[in-house]
């Protein structure tokens, strides 16, 4: 199963370890604290409730008249997401995608106006036929994601975006590894259609640079059109809006420079993942009352906790207590595989007990007015998701491991 279909798979059976996972590795990549990123909405369904909410509110026209509606906005609903698609594959033509401005001139409105109402009512429209130009159809197209009520990337993670602009706006030498991993755990997080379709859409806005000589549209000049469509809060006023924009088009300009590769999945999270459902597995494989020979170390529940630590950073950060956090990092993920039983219990008090409040992460951060990200997520893996899987952090805290 290749590494896209097995995170497909575990956002399907345990969205929440997904989810933790993905976060972990972003605070790995970027500096979000915890107050920042726990008021962030909750991504699963957000468009969900708002296909219900817009569901009525006939954004683009009224199916009993026929008239527009003005300023409705109208949600990711199948419909449209279908009609977005005819419009994308009409322009992926390439002697649609070669036309001089395409995504820049505006076209007729006239024409505009009654191609959008035709595919709002859900009408079968025949672009092939001369009636509507491609300007015509790439002007609709950026209609339809205009009165979306969120950017395509959603407000959930607009901060992690401002930082890789700023990232992007000092320069990208050393730093597009970082930046192509982020944006690939970004995009993991989005809801699955505004993820499909960001999908098509750099796809499309790449294949469009390739033809420069002929159609006069660069990455950057793309970006322009499409940055307060992809990234901007919608409620922003005009001055702001076209400030942010502005600031966010560099970004934009990257995504569409890399286009598919955006959709990857990063190698150390592929690895992550793996090694759950290697767990998963082995967990299953056991029998009611099984006990493991107390010598043998589950790898596969080590390597997992092992790749909640930032390796590079834990590298530096110890180096005389390597050894003895390795063995008892190791220890208690042997205590951690053992099946549930009050001995279990007993192992896992005792261990507690004896170590404080410690765990096998980097003590050595150096300490902020907020705590990070990833400090917040770690206390969520370890104390929440899986029942104190680390030991309490004693008197002389234990240092982290490293890989």
């Known amino acids: 199963m290749s590494c896209r279909s097995l995170a497909d798979r575990l ?18 990549e970027l500096d979000l ?61 390439e002697e649609n995608i070669v036309q001089e401005g395409v995504f820049r001139r505006t076209g007729a409105l006239s024409r505009q106006a009654e191609l959008k109402n035709a595919m709002c009512l859900g009408q079968k429209v025949d672009l092939s036929k001369a009636t509507f130009t491609v300007h015509d159809c790439a002007s609709v197209f950026k209609a339809f994601l205009a009165e979306l009520p969120e950017p395509l990337l959603t407000d959930a993670y607009h901060s992690a975006h401002c930082q890789l602009a700023q990232l992007v706006a000092n320069g990208t030498e ?3 590894g970082r930046l192509i991993n982020s944006l690939q755990l970004l995009f993991l997080l989005l809801p699955n259609e505004n993820r499909h379709l960001l999908e098509r859409l750099l796809a499309l806005l790449h294949r469009t640079t390739t033809f420069v000589d002929r159609n006069k549209m660069s990455a950057t000049s793309l970006a322009t059109l499409f940055t307060p469509h992809l990234i901007c809060p919608r409620k922003l006023p005009p001055e702001t809006l076209h400030s942010m924009s502005q600031q966010m088009s560099s970004v934009v300009a990257f995504m569409i ?18 090694a759950y459902f290697a767990e998963q597995s082995r967990k299953r494989s056991l029998t009611p009352g099984q006990v493991l020979d107390e010598s043998v170390t589950s790898d596969s529940t080590a390597a997992t906790v092992y790749s909640f630590v930032d390796r590079e ?21 042997h205590i951690q595989s053992l099946p549930e039983s009050s001995k279990k219990r007993k192992l896992i008090n005792k261990f507690n007990k004896e170590n404080g409040q410690g765990t096998p992460l980097m003590m050595n951060r150096e300490k902020s007015a907020k705590m990070s990200l990833g400090d917040s997520i770690k ?10 899987r680390t030991p309490k952090r004693s008197r002389t805290p234990l240092k982290n491991i490293s890989e």
């Not at 956002?11 to 790995?28: A, D, G, K, P």
């Not at 569901?55 to 997401?81: F, H, Y």
């Not at 959709?263 to 793996?274: A, K, M, V, W, Y």
């Open 11 to 28: 956002r399907l059976e345990n969205y929440e370890q997904f989810t933790i996972l993905v976060r972990m590795h972003l605070s790995f």
């Open 33 to 93: 604290n915890t107050e920042e990123f726990e008021n962030e909405p909750d991504d699963r369904g957000i468009f969900r409730k708002l296909n219900r909410l817009h569901r009525k509110a006939k954004g683009c026209a009224s199916a009993k008249t026929g008239s527009p509606t003005d300023g409705m906005k109208q949600s990711l609903t199948p419909e449209i997401m279908e009609q977005m698609h005819k419009l994308m594959d009409f322009l992926w033509m």
């Open 174 to 176: 050393g730093l597009e």
């Open 257 to 274: 420079t890399k286009g598919p590769s955006l959709f990857d999945i990063p190698e150390r999270l592929s690895t992550d993942i793996q």
């Open 313 to 333: 950073k834990t590298a530096q950060a110890h180096n005389s207590n390597y050894t003895t956090d390795t063995a008892l990092a190791q220890l208690y993920a």
């Open 379 to 388: 206390r969520h893996i370890f104390h929440r998701s899986l029942l104190s």
